[in-house]
């Protein structure tokens, strides 16, 4: 398809526009990213140390990540309907298991004889969690909620297809009308949100291997 619109030019004629889908792309991916956090890092705590049960959830949330966000919207809408939630929950399931493997995966990582001189030194199973084996285990959430995060940003532009708005309702509206131009309009701001969150995630990520090497 040839670009006929102006991307710049579009914007210029758009911004509030834009930005309210800006403000709504955001607000989504945020809201997700962090009720998953809430949710996955205290189970993956849990199971790391309840290894009779961690197969077991770990396979369920690995289940999830075999389902494309598409479906997943597609799935809520008949008990959800249209618009925000249903697009927040897709999102938060799509969230989930990374963050929840890197949880789990960190902590068992924990080198066992640091966890052992720990309790030698009397301190309570609590005490262990908060002060060795989550810093340490630091690392690997972070990289979890990297990864979630990228992704999230990138299948919140899914949400239009449902009414949830977005960025994606410039993706849409462009792909409907044969306009690349429109389509760039939402397209170039997601890819750079993505961008961002990757750099600063990952340089997060850097710092705390640095310091618990």
Known sequence: MEIHVNPLAYYNDNQQAFWEAA??????????????????????????HRLQIAQY????????RVLPSL?????????????YRPSLIALIILACP????????GLRNVDRSV?????????APLQILRRVELPLALPAIVAGIRTAAVEVVASATLASFIGGGGLGDFITRGYNLGEP????VGAIPIALLAIAI????????????TLTA
Do not use: D, K, W
């Not at 990757?198 to 291997?209: C, D, I, K, N, S």
């Open 23 to 48: 403000g709504i792309h955001i607000n989504l991916s945020v809201t997700a990213l962090l009720i998953s956090m809430l949710i996955c890092i205290p189970v993956g705590v849990l199971i790391a």
């Open 57 to 64: 959830v770990i396979n369920a949330f690995n289940a999830l």
């Open 71 to 83: 479906v997943i919207l597609f799935l809520a809408l008949p008990y959800l309907g249209l618009g």
């Open 98 to 105: 990374p963050v929840l493997i890197n949880t789990y995966a």
């Open 115 to 123: 966890v052992e001189s720990a309790l030698g030194m009397g301190m």
């Open 181 to 184: 131009g429109i389509m760039l």
């Open 198 to 209: 990757e750099l600063v995630l990952g340089g997060l990520q850097r710092t705390f291997t």
